[in-house]
T-cell receptor, first 115, second 113 residues
Framework: AQKITQTQPGMFVQEKEAVTLDCTYD???????LFWYKQPSSGEMIFLIY??????QNATEGRYSLNFQKARKSANLVISASQLGDSAMYFC????????????FGTGTSLTVIP | GEEVAQTPKHLVRGEGQKAKLYCAPI?????VFWYQQVLKNEFKFLIS????????ETGMPKERFSAKCLPNSPCSLEIQATKLEDSAVYFC???????????FGQGTRLTVV
């Protein structure tokens, strides 16, 4: 069975500080991808970053980086230099090639950036 | 452009009426997914397509929901005889065959009254 767990319902961070949003996953499929999405209050789903299970290096995209620890089955999102516009819901998702290719989502973390 | 286009943005239907939602995937993306977001933090998988073929429909409530992806047309999700519990935001996403990146549309907010 595929499962994504986000254990932090809500997080606060001071503007300009870094923050880590946790995500653990469970799959028996050796080939999978991990995704992070941002959903602001306006409702759209914004793709942030992707990590493949065979990628040797941690993914980075601007201020976003993914701390991928395969043995621990964790894929934490690190946002550096937080900005007020980072306040949103953040969803971790997994897609495994052997399970119909659908995305499995976590329950999200609500991030609030404090000025 | 690189955008999944969903229409309409908002849709209001009376209970029992039909609702039809559209999704134009990004050109070159051969997989299309439909998801229903009922609560703010819960995504329910409905159906996926590989090109115009149904790939996985395990999440579809088949008695009232149907979906198609025909060549040279937007994909569609149709709900016959809507119920109050169908009120949700419906997202469409498209990806290339390999796992790299996956983009979601803006969503269609369906309200059944």
């Amino acid at each position: 069975a595929q499962k994504i767990t986000q254990t932090q319902p809500g997080m606060f961070v001071q503007e300009k500080e870094a923050v880590t949003l946790d995500c653990t996953y469970d799959t028996s499929d050796p080939s999978y991808g991990l995704f992070w999405y941002k959903q602001p209050s306006s409702g759209e789903m914004i793709f942030l970053i992707y990590q493949g299970s065979y990628d040797q290096q941690n993914a980075t995209e601007g201020r976003y980086s993914l701390n991928f620890q395969k043995a621990r089955k964790s894929a934490n999102l690190v946002i550096s230099a937080s900005q007020l516009g980072d306040s949103a819901m953040y969803f971790c998702a997994m897609r495994a090639s052997g399970t119909g290719n659908q995305f499995y989502f976590g329950t999200g973390t609500s991030l609030t950036v404090i000025p | 452009g690189e955008e999944v286009a969903q229409t309409p943005k908002h849709l209001v239907r009376g209970e029992g009426q039909k609702a039809k939602l559209y999704c134009a995937p990004i050109k070159g993306h051969s997989y299309v997914f439909w998801y229903q977001q009922v609560l703010k933090n819960e995504f329910k998988f409905l159906i996926s397509f590989q090109n115009e073929n149904v790939f996985d429909e395990t999440g579809m409530p088949k008695e009232r929901f149907s979906a198609k992806c025909l060549p040279n047309s937007p994909c569609s999700l149709e709900i016959q005889a809507t119920k109050l519990e169908d009120s949700a935001v419906y997202f469409c996403a498209s990806t290339r065959p390999r796992n790299t990146e996956a983009f979601f549309g803006q969503g269609t907010r369906l309200t059944v009254v």
